[in-house]
Structure formats: structure tokens, C-alpha cells
């Protein structure tokens, strides 16, 4: 509008010199807008204005931004109040920036995939925060509730959502899955509570019902019924404050000077789904990734493979996606290696399963089998793992030990689960706590056990013992009682330690495991 509006008065003043006296003066205090410093040296032509273009400033957006957090900071609309919760919170973030730092690793796969489908929900971008909150951004958390994955859902709530869960596959732990779920389950509750999110969020924590009664009791009460104001456990109470307070840091980490590690706003994995069975070790061979790549992103698969029966999608690095998708339409019908296997005396169906690390519905289903019914010398199809089991570092199997094997105590039994057994009957066994025993097994208090699963219990020496292994070779003659006899131990703990029966005969040359106390004998 300046260049329009010198362009019309410049006019003006030629027009008027043509009519009055011309005038030989070098006035400097004279208006020639020509000179002026806002308008170009250039005159512009009438015939040049409807060409003219005008220079726009880049419009500085969410989706502009190089860092996925920084994309998230700038849409967070939750109010953040001053209250001691948010504060604590608050705090504690800032003085554990390290902490921040793992959750972004963490999250550098997956947050991208997450804030784009929150924002394509048109949801409150404070949700995407929500598995920090939830498992520390960990895709293979499970915690004391038997919930697992980066949304830690339950079993029955993700059953609800359609997240299903057998012995190859747990919808929990699958990222883009369990997202989903977890977003129309929030959607859900926000509608139930008429679009407050601090009661929908607190809900998400420790149910619906429970919010919902915490308001009714206020509101007959006469007291407020916003969140801050409700009684509710513990955790969810401190379940809010904590995703506030990460919000505020997000949104602000210049203002409290910490740096979140920045995760490159674009996608690091894409979704493919190759519509078959696949080995684990072959999809990983086919995307040219480690198999503890491919596991990382795709938690959510137990064993060596995908499910027979589906889903067999997985997430793949953005780079990788071509070239798996050429191996997969190259070598289609060859993802799963099988063995032809003829039956021996002794064989069933279910142990086949266990050797092989499969299921009996597999090998049934490979070999079109009605039951379990098999003979001897009939030769069968079992679909089995291309690779050792050490390969799929990252299968649930592989976890499981990895987890028992941390020293927890001075030394370590193992039970074999039989019938009728829970884990409080087993912990009152052995004097320890319920929650201790379902920690050492990475698994939750009100877990069900099955026949057969093997527990580790870690103990700890009673006062001044000093407690060794020793290993101890059986000789002709020995018993239990005697050995038991011999190295002041009780003849029930040789059992349990090495996993007898009290009716079974010891044979020369068998080896056996003992905790014993140096205090009280020469080993």
C-alpha cells in the first residue's frame, strides 16, 4: 500500500508542476517521494501494478517444525495450574533431564506415527504424552497389573478394543495397534465426561466408574467436581499432575532451559503388511535390519514368527519398506521353514509343539489334522524357526530369562508350577512376598500360572550364613537323606533346588545343585 499510495501522490505533484512556475531551488526540505527512503529507487509504471507480488512471510507452523516435540509443544491447550501436584511433577522432570532424554530415545520410532494420528483425531496433542506417563515410552513394559505396552492396557480392556492376545501375538505391545485403542478409548471417555479431559485422562488410569462415582459423591457434597477436586487413589491423583507437568516442559523447554534429545519430525516406520506367515529372521533378512531390529519395532509378536492365523503386519524403517516388499512378492509361500518329522514312540502333538517352539493348532493346522491324534512313523509338517532360539533375542521366551537371571538374592531356586498352585500359595512357601515372586518372573500379583511354567525364587542366607553353590556329583550308594545328611541341608530343599520327586531313585554320575552354608560344613 506505501509504493501504491507514492505512486499517486508523485502523480500529483508532476501534474502540478506542469501548471505553476517552474522553480530553479535545491530545497531539501521539498517532498519528493521519489527520494523517499520506503519507496523503491525503481518508479513503478501503472501498466507494472497488476504484476506485482507481494513477499510473504513463511508461516511458521506445527508441522513445519524440524522437531516432533517441538510440533507437540506448540498445540498443548490443557490449562496448567498452579498446584503442588503439577509442581512436584514439574521438579522432579527437571531434575532428571536423563530420564527425558531415555524416553526420547525410546520414543524417536514411534512418536511421529502417534502425534500424526492424534492430530488426524483432532485429540488434545497432550496424549501423545500419555506413554510417558503410561511406561516411560518402554513398548515391552508390563507392569504389576498384568498391563502391558507403551498404552498399558489390560488384558480385558484390550480385548475390548480389539487387541488380541495368544500365545504369538499380544495387541497390547503393538505400537500401531495398541494407538489406535487407545485413542478411541480416550475418545470414548471424553464423551462419557462431556468433554472434560482431566476427568477423561483420570479415568483412562483407574477407570470410568471410578471418576464417575468421585463426582457423584462431590456434587452431593456441594464441592466442586473438577479434577483437582475429586478423591480418588493415589495414583491416579498424581496420574494428571504428571501429565501436566510434562506438558508445561514440553511446551516450554527454553523457558526451564532443558533440552528434550529432538526426534526428527518425519516418518522413521511405515506400517506393511505382507499377508502371510512370516519367520521373524526372514522378515528381517527380506528388510535387510537385525532381527533385534525388527523386534523392537514389533514387540507385540511373542515367539519366532508372526501369527499364523494373523495379524502379520509389521513396522519397518521408512528406508527399508521397498526392498522387503520386492523379497516378500520374489519369495511369496517361503516365509516359514517346515521340517518333515516322523513320529517316534512317546511323540504327541503338544510335545512336538514344545520341542519345536511352536503350537499344537500349528502343526494340526499344517497337517490337516482334526485332533491330536498321531502314530508312529506317520510323518508330519512342522513349521519351525529358521534360526536358534538365542537369534530372536527379543521374544518373550528370551525376555523372560534374561529377567530371571538378575540376581535378586544370594542364591536362586527354581519351581516347577503343578496343579492347584497360585503365586501366593508358592511365595508363602518360601517366605517371600507375592509381589517379589511375580517381579522375578515378569509378571503380575494376579497373574494365573499354568502347569508346568518354571518360577526362579532368589533368597537370601539366614544371620552369619555364608551361603555357596556347590555341585555335586551322585555316587553309588547316595540318597537324598544321606547327601542331605552330609552338607546340613534339608531333603526337601535338594528336591526343590534340583527339581525331583522325593519317589524318584538318584542315579550314579547325575549332578546336582546345593546351597549351601560354609559356616557349618567343609566343602
Known amino acids: 500500500m506505501r ?19 517552474q522553480q530553479e531551488t535545491t530545497n531539501t526540505d521539498s517532498i519528493d517521494d521519489t527520494n523517499h527512503p520506503q519507496v523503491a529507487e525503481k518508479k513503478i509504471d501503472a501498466t507494472d501494478l497488476s504484476s506485482e507480488k507481494v513477499i510473504e512471510e513463511p508461516v511458521v ?29 514439574r521438579n522432579w522432570y527437571l531434575k532428571h533431564p536423563g530420564h ?66 495368544n500365545y504369538w501375538y ?58 483437582f477436586s475429586l478423591e480418588l487413589p493415589k495414583e ?31 516418518p522413521k516406520v511405515e506400517l506393511v503388511d505382507p499377508q502371510e506367515q512370516l519367520d521373524l529372521a526372514i522378515a528381517a533378512s527380506y528388510a535387510g535390519i537385525s532381527v533385534k531390529a525388527l523386534q523392537s519395532l514389533n514387540p507385540a509378536y511373542n515367539k519366532w514368527s508372526t501369527a499364523p492365523e494373523g495379524p502379520h503386519q509389521l513396522l519397518l524403517p521408512v528406508y527399508a519398506v521397498e526392498r522387503f516388499n520386492q523379497q516378500v512378492l520374489a519369495n511369496q509361500g517361503q516365509g516359514i521353514k517346515t521340517i518333515r518329522y516322523r ?51 527379543l521374544s518373550a521366551a528370551n525376555r523372560l530369562a534374561k529377567k530371571q537371571s538378575i540376581a535378586r538374592g544370594q542364591y536362586k531356586l527354581e519351581h516347577r508350577v503343578t496343579s492347584g498352585e497360585s ?25 494365573t500360572l499354568r502347569v508346568g511354567q518354571k518360577l526362579v525364587i532368589w533368597k537370601k542366607p539366614t544371620d552369619g550364613a555364608i551361603i555357596r553353590t556347590v555341585f555335586y556329583r551322585v555316587r553309588n550308594g547316595d540318597t537324598i537323606s544321606g547327601i542331605a545328611s552330609k552338607f546340613r541341608v534339608k531333603s526337601h530343599d535338594i528336591v526343590k533346588w534340583n527339581d525331583l520327586s522325593r519317589s524318584k531313585y538318584l542315579q550314579p554320575g547325575q549332578k546336582l545343585k546345593l546351597y549351601v552354608d560354609i559356616t557349618k560344613v567343609s566343602v
Open 236 to 266: 491416579t491423583s498424581g496420574y494428571v499432575p504428571k501429565l501436566l507437568a510434562l506438558a508445561d516442559i514440553v511446551a516450554n523447554q527454553d523457558k526451564y532451559g532443558l533440552h528434550i534429545p529432538a526426534i526428527a519430525n518425519q
Open 100 to 165: 527425558l532424554a531415555i524416553v526420547s530415545k525410546r520414543a524417536e520410532p514411534f512418536l511421529y506415527l502417534i502425534t500424526e494420528k492424534i492430530e488426524q483425531k483432532g485429540l488434545p496433542l497432550e496424549l501423545a504424552l500419555l506413554p510417558i506417563v503410561e511406561s516411560s515410552f518402554d513398548a515391552f513394559a508390563y507392569s504389576h497389573g498384568s498391563a502391558a505396552g507403551l498404552w498399558q492396557f489390560v488384558p480385558a480392556t484390550g480385548k475390548m478394543y480389539g487387541l488380541k492376545q
Open 423 to 447: 503365586l501366593w500359595t508358592i511365595a508363602r512357601r518360601h517366605k517371600v512376598s507375592t509381589a517379589s515372586l511375580a517381579k522375578w518372573n515378569g509378571m503380575g500379583p494376579r497373574d
Open 343 to 393: 513320529v517316534q514312540s512317546g511323540d504327541t502333538i503338544s510335545t512336538l509343539a514344545v520341542k519345536y517352539n511352536t503350537s499344537s493348532k500349528v502343526i494340526r493346522a499344517a497337517n490337516s489334522l482334526t485332533n491330536n491324534e498321531i502314530r508312529i512313523g506317520q510323518y508330519l509338517l512342522i513349521p519351525t524357526s529358521a534360526k536358534d532360539d538365542d537369534a530372536y533375542v
Open 61 to 89: 507452523t506445527p508441522q513445519s517444525q524440524q522437531d516432533v516435540w517441538r510440533r507437540i509443544g506448540m498445540q498443548l491447550e490443557l490449562p496448567i495450574p498452579d498446584n503442588k501436584r503439577v509442581n512436584y511433577y
Open 170 to 227: 499380544d495387541g497390547r505391545r503393538d505400537v500401531a495397534a495398541a494407538t489406535d485403542a487407545a485413542l478411541a478409548y480416550l475418545e470414548n471417555l471424553s464423551k462419557r465426561f462431556d468433554g472434560d479431559w482431566g476427568h477423561a485422562i483420570a479415568a483412562y488410569n483407574s477407570g470410568g466408574g471410578r471418576v464417575s462415582s468421585a463426582i457423584r459423591k462431590n456434587r452431593k457434597a456441594g464441592k466442586p467436581i473438577d479434577f
Open 3 to 21: 509504493v501504491k499510495y507514492s505512486w499517486v501522490l508523485a502523480l500529483f505533484i508532476a501534474g502540478c508542476q506542469l501548471t505553476q512556475p
